[in-house]
C-alpha cells in the first residue's frame, strides 16, 4: 500500500526496498551521548568512515613494525606498486582507462601539475575561462598560475558567470565567452559538479568547445568523484583533479586523483614538473640522470606515495567496486528526490533551492537558500546533531549520500529543518 508521501512511514517503506539499505551499516555513523545516530548529510565535505579502513590501515602498520623497509617488496601488499591497486577501480568510477588515472598528492597540487603540462601560454592565446564563483582554491591556483606566467589576472581571467538575478549557469554563456575570445583562450577549468550550487555540466560539450578553438580543457572533479558519472575519456576533456576525502570516503586529506587523456600518455615531451616516482620503473632505481617518463597519468608522479592514506582509499575503492556507480547513482537520484519533494512542501516563500531541478543537471546536494534565515539556522541544525554545511554567503549544502543516508535520515533532516525555521 502507498503511505501518504509525506510520512515517516513512507521514508521507512523506500528504506525497507531499497536494495544498497545494508551498505550503512559498513560505515561509522557518528552518534549523539545517548548513542543516537547523527543525521549526517555532510558527504560532500567530510565522507564518513568505511568500517573496514581501520584493519586496511592496520594491515599497513603491522607490515612497517615487522618488516621495515622490506614492506616496499614483502607486505602483503607491496608498498612499491601499490598505487597501482587503486588504478583500476579508481578509472571505473570516472569512466576513464586504467592509464589515464593515478592517484597521488592532493588536488591543489594535481591541479598545478596539469597546469603546467596543459596551460601553455602564447603572447596572445594565454586567457583562462573559469566559473564566476569557482572553489577559492582552483581560483587561486589560476591566478598564480597566469602571474607566473606573466599575465595579470584582471585582464586573462574571464569568469562564466550567471545571469542577473539567477544562480545557475547556462552553457549558451560559455559558448559566448568563447566566440567572443576564441582566439585568446588556452584553457577552460571547470568544476564538473560545482561545489556551490551543485550544478553538473556537460562535459562532453564543454570539451568539444574547448577543442574547436584549439583551447585545453580541465575539470575539478572534488563533488563529482563518487557522485556522478563523469565518463572523462569519453567526454574527451584534457586533464581532470579530485580529492578522495569527500564522496570517496578515504578520510581528512586525503590523496588526490589525476586523470590524463590517453591521447597523450605517450606524448613524453610534454611539459612537466618531474620527480622520480613518475620516472620508467625498470629504471627508476639506476639512479640514471635523464627521466624517462612512465606512459600515462603515472607519469605525473613526483614522489613515493603516503601508503597509510592509500591504503584507506583501497577500503573505500573495494566497497564501491561491490556496489557499482550505476547502482549507487541510481539510488542517488531517488534520494536526492525525495528530499526535495519535502522541501518544495515548505513552499518558495520559505525556500529556494538553487541546484538544477533535472537530476541529469546535478549530483546527490541541493544548495538552497533559506528565505529570511541566517548561519543561526545552520547552527541550529548542527546543535540538533544534523550535520549539513553554510557556504557564505546565504546557502546550506545538503547532501544525502547514497551509499550511507537512508530516507529515514533525510526524513527526519526535514522535520528538524522545519522546526528549526519556526523557532
Ligand atoms: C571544488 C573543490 N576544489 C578544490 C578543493 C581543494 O582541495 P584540496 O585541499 O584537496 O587541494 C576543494 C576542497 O574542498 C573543493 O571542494
Redesign the pocket.
Known amino acids: 500500500m502507498i503511505k501518504d508521501k509525506m510520512s515517516l512511514a513512507y521514508a521507512l517503506e523506500l528504506d525497507a526496498k531499497d536494495p544498497l539499505i545494508d551498505y550503512r551499516n559498513k560505515f561509522h555513523i557518528p552518534k549523539d551521548e545517548s548513542g543516537n545516530e547523527w543525521i549526517y548529510l555532510c558527504g560532500n565535505s567530510l565522507g564518513l568512515q568505511p568500517k573496514n579502513t581501520e584493519s586496511y590501515i592496520k594491515q599497513e602498520l603491522k607490515d612497517w613494525a615487522n618488516l621495515g623497509v622490506e614492506g616496499h617488496f614483502e607486505a602483503k601488499n607491496p608498498w612499491m606498486p601499490y598505487h597501482e591497486f587503486l588504478t583500476k577501480s579508481m578509472a571505473k568510477i570516472v569512466g576513464a582507462k586504467p592509464i589515464e588515472v593515478v592517484v597521488m598528492n592532493?588536488?591543489?597540487?594535481n591541479l598545478h601539475l596539469a597546469m603546467v603540462s596543459f596551460y601553455q601560454p602564447s603572447s596572445t592565446k594565454n586567457k583562462i575561462v573559469i566559473e564566476s564563483d569557482a572553489?577559492p582554491?582552483?581560483r587561486y591556483a589560476v591566478e598564480s598560475q597566469l602571474r607566473f606566467h606573466g599575465f595579470d589576472p584582471k585582464d586573462h581571467l574571464i569568469e562564466w558567470k550567471p545571469r542577473v538575478g539567477e544562480e545557475l549557469l547556462h552553457i549558451e554563456d560559455l559558448q559566448k565567452i568563447i566566440d567572443e575570445n576564441s582566439e585568446d583562450i588556452a584553457l577552460l577549468l571547470i568544476?564538473g559538479v560545482n561545489?556551490y550550487t551543485g550544478q553538473f555540466f556537460d562535459l562532453k560539450k564543454i570539451a568539444e568547445m574547448g577543442r574547436q578553438i584549439g583551447a585545453k580543457v580541465g575539470i575539478?572533479l572534488?563533488?563529482g568523484v563518487g557522485n556522478i558519472q563523469p565518463d572523462l575519456h569519453n567526454a574527451n576533456v584534457d586533464f581532470a583533479v579530485w580529492?578522495t576525502y569527500k564522496y570517496m570516503n578515504s578520510g581528512p586529506g586525503s590523496l588526490?586523483g589525476l586523470f590524463v587523456h590517453e591521447k597523450y600518455a605517450n606524448q613524453k615531451n610534454i611539459k612537466r614538473f618531474t620527480g622520480w616516482w613518475g620516472h620508467n620503473k625498470k629504471t627508476r632505481f639506476n639512479m640514471r640522470h635523464d627521466f624517462d617518463a612512465i606512459p600515462g597519468a603515472e607519469g605525473w608522479q613526483l614522489s613515493n606515495p603516503a601508503i597509510l592514506s592509500m591504503a584507506a582509499i583501497k577500503a573505500s575503492l573495494d566497497i564501491f567496486n561491490e556496489v557499482g556507480m550505476d547502482r549507487l547513482r541510481e539510488k542517488s537520484v531517488k534520494l536526492t528526490g525525495y528530499l526535495e519533494m519535502l522541501l518544495q512542501e515548505l513552499g518558495e516563500d520559505v525556500i529556494k533551492i538553487i541546484t538544477p531541478k533535472d537530476s541529469k543537471d546535478r549530483g546527490c546536494q541541493l544548495s538552497m537558500q533559506i528565505k529570511s534565515a541566517d548561519k543561526s539556522l545552520h547552527q541550529k541544525l548542527t546543535d540538533n546533531h544534523v550535520i549539513t554545511d553554510w557556504r557564505e554567503p546565504n546557502v546550506i549544502r545538503v547532501a544525502p549520500t547514497p551509499l550511507y543516508n537512508s530516507f529515514e535520515d533525510v526524513y527526519k533532516f526535514v522535520e528538524v529543518l522545519k522546526k528549526s525555521i519556526n523557532e
Open positions: 592532493t588536488l591543489t597540487t572553489f582554491s582552483d568544476g561545489y575539478d572534488a563533488h580529492c588526490g
